[in-house]
């Protein structure tokens, strides 16, 4: 777990001294800052997208995938909650009418869903390989600090997230060590890639995605898998 602890640890000191830089921050730099976030965050999207997609089994799992998971995800207003869930300890918006929660949504993507988080506690679980951990804790640092110049320091909540996140593959890493489909982290990394995309849409005022109500499209593809397991043995 020390290449989480790292990235969880670069979170929490770049959103302090983001948080320090936001007082002294002319709005002119804010804006060009977040511009910046957002066209990095959409350039990993589609890189993610692009290294994971040739490596997909079934090309059309990610769209029924993204379907499904948004009509969920809207089904439970997962979006509303997690803003008043977040309203809750911010309610102030600033004059650029970005808030707290707009802030955290995307912190959470960016920090979560892509292909260094999910395979780097992997690595480091089977193979005491901290590479992609150590890595992705340098990205989300300077994410981070840039992210709380414009939100806030209650960025610095992403890393608690993170920690779960990671903690979970980790420990499935651990579980299932020689049997991990390779197959699922490609579908996984498609999906993700999609939502860290519009993510970075977002950040740039482009076009507002209900990026957090299709966060539920990522527990398809496991389902689905699971589901062609058992199939298979009951055909075989």
């Given amino acids: 777990m020390i290449g989480t602890i790292f990235n969880c640890a670069a979170i929490a000191a770049g959103s302090v001294i983001g948080s320090r830089l936001k007082k002294g921050l002319k709005p002119e730099y804010e804006d060009i ?5 957002g066209l990095a965050a959409s350039a990993v999207g589609v890189n993610s997208l692009v290294d ?16 499904l998971g948004s009509v969920i995800g809207e089904r439970i207003r997962l979006e509303d909650r997690f803003k008043s869930l977040v309203g809750r300890f911010s309610r102030a918006e600033n004059s650029g009418g970005k808030s707290l929660a707009q802030g955290l949504s995307a912190a959470l993507l960016l920090f979560c869903v892509g ?13 005491g390989d901290h590479t992609y951990l ?45 049997s991990l489909n390779e197959a699922l982290l490609a579908e996984l990394s498609v999906i993700g890639g ?4 519009s993510s970075g849409l977002g950040i740039m005022g482009v076009r507002k ?28």
Wanted: hydrophobic share 60%; net charge positive; charged share 5%.
């Fill in 209 to 236: 995605f209900k990026t957090m109500n299709m966060l539920p499209s990522l527990l398809v593809p496991p389902v689905f898998f699971c589901l062609v397991s058992v199939w298979n043995k009951i055909a075989g």
């Fill in 33 to 37: 800052l977040l511009q910046a976030l």
């Fill in 52 to 67: 994971a997609m040739p490596q997909s089994q079934y090309p059309v799992l990610f769209i029924a995938s993204l379907a």
């Fill in 134 to 178: 150590f890595t992705n804790g340098m990205l989300d640092f300077v994410t981070s600090m840039v992210l709380a110049s414009s939100y806030g320091a209650g960025i610095a909540a992403a890393a608690a997230v993170l920690f779960v996140w990671q903690g979970f593959f980790y420990c499935l890493a651990l579980l299932l060590s020689g």
């Fill in 115 to 127: 292909s260094l988080s999910i395979l780097g506690p992997m690595r480091s679980a089977l193979y």
């Fill in 194 to 197: 999609i939502l860290i995309f």
